[in-house]
């Protein structure tokens, strides 16, 4: 979606998720680094440098860059889980001033999880290699068109008039139809 009187960031979804992917990876880095120089001090230059050269790779999309991105995010989603779990143990032992935190941790932890997800998706493979779905020469049934997914941007192919309300994204869950009847 585009806001009025603004241009597009990107021309296609993909590109649009990559530069998302882009900006979490650049974050986590820094908590990463973050965290390991709070307790290892100087030491953490070695893998600040590391997760640098990551997000230069992977923001120019080199291929070597794109299996470390989920590591790196995964690594800290495992992370996260951990605190959220002593958070939570926390909680449950009447200390309820950590409970905005918990709440942060579970939503940096399911964003995580979407975002590791979406590398496994052969249509953002390829868009991130440079392909596209178009030269491939997909061959698809008859009645059946690419679409966005509205709330993950995954590509599905669907047939338009067989969609109904009830219709759910296979990679996020969410409705594929939004909206009224009416609409």
Not at 4 to 22: C, E, K, Q, V, Y
Not at 77 to 92: C, G, M, Q, R, Y
Not at 106 to 114: D, L, T, V
């Amino acid at each position: 979606m585009v806001l009025a009187g603004s241009r597009p960031r990107s021309s296609n979804p993909i590109d649009s998720l990559h530069s998302r992917t882009s900006f979490v990876l650049l974050i986590d880095s820094l908590i990463i680094t973050f965290a390991l120089y709070s307790f290892f001090g100087n030491l953490a230059i070695v893998p600040g440098l590391f997760c640098l050269a990551v997000w230069t790779g992977y923001k120019n999309k080199s291929a070597w860059a794109f299996w470390f991105v989920p590591i790196i995010i995964g690594g800290l989603t495992i992370i996260f889980a951990l605190l959220l779990f002593l958070n939570v143990a926390s909680i449950l032992t009447g200390n309820i001033s950590g409970l905005l935190f918990a709440v942060i941790l579970g939503y940096a932890i399911f964003s995580s999880i979407r975002f590791i997800r979406i590398h496994f998706h052969p249509v953002y493979q390829m868009g991130y290699s440079g392909h596209s779905v178009y030269e491939d020469g997909i061959q698809l049934p008859a009645n059946e068109i690419l679409a966005a997914c509205p709330s993950c941007l995954a590509v599905l192919a669907v047939n338009p008039l067989l969609l109904s309300r009830e219709d759910k994204c296979p990679h996020c869950d969410s409705p594929l139809v939004l909206g009224s009847e009416e609409e």
